[in-house]
């Protein structure tokens, strides 16, 4: 059943009339892409001979690839601690069936991104969720992580940069957690897909680098780092402790052995992307800064929404301030029905904490600043 902002949506758009979406994190909807001809090229040296002799983990040329890149972000991995899935949905789903019985449950962070929801069901377990502390720059509560744990709980999940709120793990958070996770021996699955994405100086802090756990799941693809969501590929990086590690390589690829989900052209380009695409990831990342500078400075122009400034990824939340008497979605409703500005409420992410939004900074630059401007004649500024 459609909730009631996507049936306003559908009937603005049936009307024909103007939306101006504030939600969408896919680059390609947003003017970004990959070097179309450089792909061609990468892509199709597949195609001069094509062949087809799988491995359930993934080709080793492009696992070798990926340990020679990570190496460079501080792991230390074997290309054998690699198994490529197509995209991290998969990755999740069978991260969910391996480590969790029917009716176990995972700690997840709230606000929560909706799909991990739906993955738990297909995988019959659920979510248990641990604080981001608003009032505190969307910081983890401990407190609340300790109270959620049980003895039915089969993992922990990290998402950093963090979608929805932009917040980034700190170095301390991560060392707290590995001790968490030695504590109740379990494993961290740690969803990294906009860790490229990150606008502080230095490297974005990686737990699989930094800090010593049990087991160890780091989790990325080229959807978000190449502008190539169509591709469908991802990967898992499995580290930790060596009899954990060697148990789940082997559950894993067996799991993977069931599928072989992964489509052979991309898994051989993998390689030349990672090797010859920096260029066009440096402009890339700083486009999105741009992007994401514009929608912060914009913002400050509208005292009555409050935000803690984002420090990686595609998205942020904000709170309203003045809920001009009416409850969230109701006034998600309202600026759509009288601006044509859609953003997303924060229930939508599991978030029921006073008012709030959460919208994209990735969309078009004209379309932030049209959207901007009509936002801050709805509050009257």
Known sequence: MLNAIEQKRRQRLAEGKEILSLVSGNPCEQGIYFPMERLQ????????????????KGLFIAREALAEFY???GFNLSPENFILTSGTSESFFH?????????ANFLAPRPAYPLFEHLADLARVHLKFYDLQEARAWAIDFESLEKAADQNTAGLLLI?????????????EIKTLSEFCRQKNLPLICDEVFSDFYFQEGLCPRPGALE???????????????????????WMAVGGDAACVDFVLDQLETYADTFLSVHMPIQRALPDLLKYS????????????RRKNLAVKFLKTIPKLQFKEPEGGFYLTFKVLDKVGLEEETWVLKLLEQTGVLVHPGYFFDYEKGVHGVMSFLT???????????????FKI
């Open 95 to 103: 991260l969910f069936r391996l480590l969790g019985k029917a009716g």
């Open 41 to 56: 090229r990468i892509y199709g040296e597949y195609f001069k001979k094509p062949d087809y002799q799988p491995h359930p």
């Open 160 to 172: 950093s940069p963090h979608n929805p709120t932009g917040v980034v793990a700190s170095r301390e």
């Open 364 to 378: 078009d630059p004209v379309i932030l600043e049209q959207a901007f401007e009509r936002i801050k004649n709805f």
């Open 212 to 234: 010593d756990f049990p087991l160890v799941f780091t989790l990325n693809g080229i959807s978000k780092r190449f502008a190539l969501p169509m591709m469908k590929l991802g």
């Open 71 to 73: 190496s460079k972000l």
């Open 278 to 289: 920096e260029d066009f990831v440096e402009n890339y990342v700083e486009e999105v800064k």
